[in-house]
């Protein structure tokens, strides 16, 4: 393996080794704080302890941003193999400079997002987080399968990220909400988020044991993969 093929292995190992395990912990508090919740309405007492519930929020931000940070990652590959095999900064410096500037605008977003308190802010900096994973997906270079869309790596990682923005923008929210709607929607939007995240794991597994080593890129990428076929090198004779 070259050192590219080690590079496209960060964003999978990442997915592995930390937020996968950290889906489990915030999905175990999650079901921990509804159930001391609905113990607590029926005035019985839970013997599940109060700091569930704060755990469950700060293990869920964790997660946000290990999610949004691994899809920058995912995009960074790509875009920066596109961008120093095509030398772009030799035909469009301004291309370059604008997506260096959306991945910065990007983590700026969502680390200002943690620290807003107000609906409108929260609001605007959500918008400004998915807008630029959105914006950098549709950089060149960036594998979308969008002739399949719905079993595609990139559209269900961007639209797990999202959800899990639009989670963080409406924390404040669901805590103000003694009607609970926005506690509801809260769950609802999570429970999809979940079997986004299984799907992930489904089609990244998939999309490794697709892609070629960059030594075999040459030959693999002849093939004609909706007919399954790929070409047959001619025999050497003595």
């Known amino acids: 393996m070259q050192t590219v093929d080690f590079l496209r292995l960060i964003h999978p190992a990442i997915a592995i080794i930390f937020v996968f395990p950290l889906i489990g912990i915030v999905v175990n508090f999650a079901w921990q704080t509804r159930q001391r919740r609905l113990q607590t309405l029926d005035e019985n007492k839970s013997t599940i302890p109060p700091v569930v519930g704060k755990e469950h929020k700060k293990f869920g931000d964790w997660l946000t941003s290990a999610v949004v940070g691994l899809s920058l990652i995912g995009l960074a590959h790509p875009i ?29 977003s969502l680390a200002l997002l943690y620290r807003a308190k107000q609906r409108l802010w929260r609001g605007v900096f959500a918008s400004l987080t998915g807008a630029g994973l959105v914006i950098l997906g549709c950089q060149d270079g960036v594998f979308r399968r969008t002739n399949e869309w719905y079993w595609s790596h990139y559209y269900i990682g961007i639209a797990a990220s999202l959800l899990m923005i639009f989670s963080i923008a409406i924390v404040q929210d669901i805590y103000q909400d003694r009607s609970h709607r926005w506690r509801l929607v809260h769950i609802i939007l999570n429970c999809v988020a979940l079997l986004l995240f299984i799907g992930q794991g489904m089609t990244g597994t998939r999309d490794l044991l697709e892609t070629p080593l960059s030594w075999q890129e040459t030959y693999i990428y002849q093939c004609n993969f909706a007919n399954k076929t790929c070409p047959t090198p001619n025999e050497q004779r003595p």
């Open 80 to 108: 920066g193999k596109n961008i120093i095999r095509n030398q772009l900064w030799n035909q469009s410096i301004f291309s370059v400079i604008f997506i260096l500037l959306m991945f910065v605008l990007t983590i700026t």
